[in-house]
């Protein structure tokens, strides 16, 4: 299943280098053992992640915030994370926001696999033509702007 392509082949936790320098002391002296923490399963991300772009006074930071705080994790969000924020974009009326995070899930999906991106929009394709929001295609921004034929073509 996609879904399963996108969890084998991402890692989602983050590097050593991108931890907190106090957490990075603290685990490395064993001061504090950190392993006791319950590790969250797929199914409690997706959860939380869904919870927090369907807060009803989210406001275009938050989504901002929320957006980048995924981009960081080494990860493709579920069609349910992606359709949860579109609908939070759209209740704070940013289609350029909506159109802005297409692209990133575009440019992360297409770079583990051309089958990705399509399968995302086929699952996410009921909120995109109930909300209105244009994708990037729909837009002409897979294609660059001002693109000169090449010369291999002439």
């Known amino acids: 299943e996609?879904?399963?392509?996108?969890r084998?082949?991402?890692?989602?936790?983050?590097?050593?280098?991108?931890?907190p320098m106090w957490m990075a002391a603290m685990t490395s002296t064993g001061?504090?053992?950190?392993?006791?923490?319950?590790?969250?399963?797929?199914?409690?991300?997706?959860?939380?992640?869904?919870?927090?772009?369907d807060r009803p006074n989210i406001d275009g930071w938050d989504i901002?915030?929320?957006?980048?705080?995924?981009?960081?994790?080494?990860?493709?969000?579920?069609?349910?994370i992606i359709?949860?924020?579109?609908?939070?974009?759209?209740?704070v009326n940013?289609?350029?926001?909506?159109?802005r995070y297409l692209e990133t899930i575009r440019y992360k999906s297409n770079a583990v696999s051309?089958?990705?991106?399509?399968?995302?929009?086929?699952?996410?394709r009921p909120t995109l033509d109930k909300l209105g929001v244009s994708t990037p295609e729909d837009l002409g921004y897979d294609k660059?702007?001002?693109a000169l034929k090449s010369v291999d073509d002439m």
């Open 2 to 6: 996609m879904a399963f392509l996108l």
């Open 8 to 19: 084998s082949t991402l890692i989602q936790s983050l590097t050593k280098a991108s931890r």
């Open 31 to 53: 001061r504090r053992n950190m392993s006791s923490h319950k590790k969250e399963t797929d199914e409690e991300f997706d959860e939380r992640w869904k919870a927090y772009f």
């Open 64 to 80: 901002r915030q929320g957006i980048n705080h995924m981009n960081r994790l080494d990860l493709i969000p579920e069609p349910e």
């Open 83 to 91: 359709s949860a924020c579109l609908q939070a974009c759209r209740r």
């Open 94 to 99: 940013d289609h350029s926001l909506a159109v």
């Open 114 to 124: 051309q089958q990705v991106w399509p399968w995302i929009l086929q699952e996410i």
């Open 144 to 146: 660059p702007e001002l």
